[in-house]
């Protein structure tokens, strides 16, 4: 083949792609946009745990959190989180008192105040606790928003290792100010968008301990 000839069909052969991708996104680009949205939920089955713990955000994530404990399914809740100057209050704090004004016994509840940056300090918080608990953890449920599961597991399993037994526990996104259909909430667009941008930077960051990155620290 003439080099002319191989020119002309690689250039082909990247039109004809182009073409494949738009015909794709024409026909398809509803289904591309929930697998996009769905990639990023895990969802658990859930049995009891030893722990529950609770990311740091909108009260709707600790009254979740509540609502698993009365079904049993944790000994005790965990908080963390660190000032929060947007809400003028301690997230720990905070959730404890929202948790006991509900009935949760203050020997079911355990937080940690810590200043933290990002879901990555915050899980390291939890570890410390595990450490210093004076019983055996074994299991551990975590809850936060639909669309931060994956990153939450990731980083979980990361920090905690394979000892622990880890279950994700998302909002339903009823209780959230979420849309499942992301693509039509300007919020959750926002939300889908910046899990896979941080996803790439946890994997850089941790992964390939790329320390330099660490001044991008944030969630």
């Known amino acids: 083949m003439s080099k002319k000839n191989k020119i002309r069909s690689v250039i082909g052969t990247f039109l004809g792609a182009i073409i494949l991708l738009l015909v794709s996104l024409i026909f398809f680009h509803e289904q591309i946009l929930i697998t996009l949205g769905d990639y990023l939920i895990v969802n658990d089955d859930l049995t009891p745990a030893d ?3 609770v990311i740091a955000g909108d009260d709707y994530r600790t009254q979740y959190a509540i609502q698993l404990y009365q079904m ?3 000994k005790t809740l965990f908080f963390t989180g660190g000032w929060c100057a947007e809400k003028g209050w301690y997230h720990g704090e905070h959730s404890r008192d929202l948790a006991l004004s509900q009935g949760v016994p203050i020997e079911a509840i355990a937080y940690d105040d810590t200043h933290v940056t990002s879901t990555y300090s915050e899980t390291s918080r939890l570890q410390v606790w595990i450490i210093q608990n004076p019983e055996t953890i074994r299991s551990v449920i975590v809850v936060s928003d639909p669309f931060h599961m994956r990153r939450v597991r990731w980083t979980n399993r990361f920090i ?6 880890l279950m994700m526990a998302p909002v339903p996104f009823i209780q959230t100010p979420y849309l499942e259909q992301w693509w039509q909430d300007a919020s959750a667009i926002s939300y889908v968008r910046e899990e896979y941008i941080k996803s790439i930077y946890y994997f850089l960051r941790y992964q390939l301990s790329i320390d330099s990155l660490a001044i991008l620290d944030t969630e």
């Not at 905690?160 to 037994?165: D, V």
């Open 160 to 165: 905690l290792g394979r000892e622990i037994k």
């Open 51 to 53: 722990v529950l713990h």
């Open 72 to 74: 049993g399914l944790a």
